[in-house]
């Protein structure tokens, strides 16, 4: 997610922040970079130009210049200003209607309605304990109704039946009956879209409307297209009125540009991104946390929150009792190894910590992904307790055991023994309390 600006943005925030101070034109400098950099993630002219417009006032009216800490005044500044044009806070769902609340769901054809109609309702089912209905007006593609449905059936959300030629109108007359009689709280109207924003499509989406009257008016729009999404928005905004929008593919998104313009063109929220495929892939969008991955200061608090929702606490209390009292196994190792899977990987790990942008470019390269997580929880998982206990057990006839049994080749299984050592004897350091070195970043050499 952003890779691409932030490896840009740390560049120039290093090279500023080496010099212990800062002249007029060193700023300039240092501003004009950043703009040029803010152009090649997409970002939208008139909005680099407000950005940089805003940053250079506070930089040159002497907040930065009269810092002892330039370089680090600078990154603040440009912090603030980001979350500024991102829109300052959080923007919740408006749910405050009578029951059945309706939701709509807006946009191009292939941006993510239906998957996005989807990740929706289950996400105001864990948040917000309500039930949902998802209802498809998608008649025109085919097999786009039972796409939704079949969603909805393998995630255990309620849909409504699908009845063969009814015109969206009575396909929202017929779900509002249905939802009142089945006491669900919220109607999502998943539409259809087009290829590109045409007449009919608005009309079709102003008429549903007016007859659903819907609390939330969403555009659902891919985060890939840039430039193009915000466009796209800025059109639905001025004929239909939107009341917030999602960005979906952020996940692939190395850019940034629409996430960045959105807020500032349209004067419309961003209220979630879509990470990812899966149904529970969609977040809540957090102008500070952004920026602080934009500017590659990490996502440490969005880290947290997952972990602490997505990792089983009782295993990584025993890891750590393991951990102190020296007795740390492959099995504590493959514990983390599948909490890591939880957690997105190494990728989704890595995306979240500070300053670790440039080395996970490496890593790209080197292709380290979640295959080797799960070359190395197979080889794991081929060693018998005892081996997994003491892994200086494991000779050459067992290692060619171990390999027959998880298909890894012996370099692997060799690489997977050294990389445990490694970590054991680093947390052994680490638990008698020699930490400044920090991590070592032999471990991620070590990975590939
Ligand atoms: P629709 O035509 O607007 O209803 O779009 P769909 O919901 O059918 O989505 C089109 C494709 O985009 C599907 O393959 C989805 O799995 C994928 N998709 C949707 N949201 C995301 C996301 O946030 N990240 C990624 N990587 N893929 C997504
Ligand atoms: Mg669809």
Do not use: W
Request: with cysteine; glycine share 6%.
């Amino acid at each position: 997610m952003f890779e691409n600006l932030t490896v840009k943005l740390e560049e120039i925030f290093s090279s500023l922040k080496k010099a212990p101070s800062l002249n007029k034109n060193q700023v300039e400098e240092g501003l004009e970079m950043i703009r040029k950099a803010l152009l090649e993630a997409d970002v939208a002219l008139p909005v680099a130009k407000k950005l940089i417009e805003n940053i250079k006032v506070k930089a040159i009216g002497q907040e930065i210049i009269r810092s002892t800490t330039p370089g680090q005044m600078i990154v603040k500044v440009v912090f603030d200003e980001i979350v500024k044009i991102l829109g300052d806070s959080k923007s919740e769902l408006n749910l405050n209607a009578v029951p059945p609340v309706c939701l709509m769901l807006v946009g191009l054809q292939g941006s993510g309605k239906t998957t996005t109609a989807a990740k929706l309702a289950k996400y105001l089912e864990k948040n917000h304990k309500k039930k949902s209905l998802l209802v498809s007006l998608d008649v025109y593609r085919p097999a786009a109704q039972e796409q939704l449905n079949i969603l909805g059936e393998k995630n255990l959300i309620q849909t409504l039946p699908i009845v063969k030629n009814q015109l969206p109108l009575d396909i929202v007359k017929r779900s509002l009956s249905a939802a009142s009689l089945s006491g669900v709280d919220i109607i999502i109207f998943d539409t259809a879209g087009r290829t590109q924003v045409d007449l009919s499509m608005m009309n079709e989406i102003k008429e549903i409307k007016s007859l659903a009257n819907p609390i939330e008016t969403i555009l659902v729009a891919d985060s890939l297209t840039g430039q193009i999404a915000v466009n796209v928005a800025s059109e639905f905004k001025k004929t239909v009125d939107l009341t917030g929008i999602i960005l979906t593919r952020v996940d692939g998104d190395g850019r940034g540009g629409a996430a960045l313009s959105m807020k500032f063109t349209t004067n419309t929220p961003i209220k979630f991104i879509g990470t990812g495929e899966k149904i529970e892939e969609l977040d809540i969008f957090y102008p500070d946390r952004i920026a602080n991955r934009i500017l590659g200061m990490g996502d440490v608090v969005s880290l947290v929150e997952k972990a602490s929702q997505d990792i089983d606490q009782e295993k990584i209390k025993k890891t750590e009792e393991n951990l102190k009292s020296g007795s740390f196994s492959m099995e504590d190792y493959l514990n983390q190894l599948r909490q890591m899977k939880k957690m997105g990987g190494m990728d989704g790990i890595l995306s979240m910590l500070p300053g670790v942008s440039k080395i996970k470019k490496q890593m790209d390269n080197a292709n380290i992904d979640e295959s080797i997580i799960k070359i190395n929880e197979a080889i794991i998982l081929s060693m018998t307790k005892e081996e997994r206990l003491n892994p200086k057990i494991i000779s050459a006839s067992r290692k060619k055991r171990i390999s027959n049994g998880s298909g890894a080749d012996s370099g692997a299984i060799n690489k997977l023994l050294k990389q445990f050592k490694m970590m054991t004897n680093m947390m052994k350091k680490m638990s008698k309390g020699d930490t400044k070195n920090g991590m070592n970043p032999e471990i991620f050499n070590q990975l590939k």
